[in-house]
């Protein structure tokens, strides 16, 4: 069993920052592939970004790629998700997923992941 604890979400303005946090605990959770996924009201959950077991590898969605940045995996096994030039249509829950065996694109299926946070909110005001 893993469990998965998100912080960090909150209320800031277009083009500010906000970095989120994933804390993840259990049985061999340093093996799992750990990524962050979002669902804004009314639509499907989409995939964020992602980190390897290691740090080796990382993976971010089309719509954040050049503005967040997945990093961590230290021996606390926490993972950061520093999110800058924020925009309104980021505005979702965001969600931290741990996956055993997702490796390459796969890393970016939510089918993948077999445990979830409950998710922290971030609004980003216009």
């Known amino acids: 069993q893993v469990q998965l604890v998100e912080s960090g979400g909150g209320l800031v303005q277009a083009g500010g920052s906000l970095r989120l946090s994933c804390a993840a605990s259990?049985?061999?959770?340093?093996?799992?592939?750990l990524g962050w996924f979002r669902r804004a009201p009314g639509m499907e959950r989409e995939f964020v970004a992602a980190i390897t077991w290691n740090g080796g590898r990382t993976l971010y969605g089309n719509s954040v790629k050049g503005r967040f940045t997945i990093s961590g995996r230290n021996a606390l096994n926490r993972v950061y998700l520093q999110m800058n030039s924020l925009r309104p249509e980021d505005t979702a829950v965001y969600y931290c997923?741990?996956?055993?065996?997702?490796?390459?694109?796969?890393?970016?299926?939510?089918?993948?992941?077999?445990?979830w946070g409950q998710g922290t909110q971030v609004t980003v005001s216009s």
């Open positions: 259990g049985r061999a959770v340093s093996t799992y592939t």
């Open positions: 997923a741990a996956a055993r065996y997702a490796t390459g694109q796969a890393m970016g299926d939510r089918r993948e992941y077999e445990y």
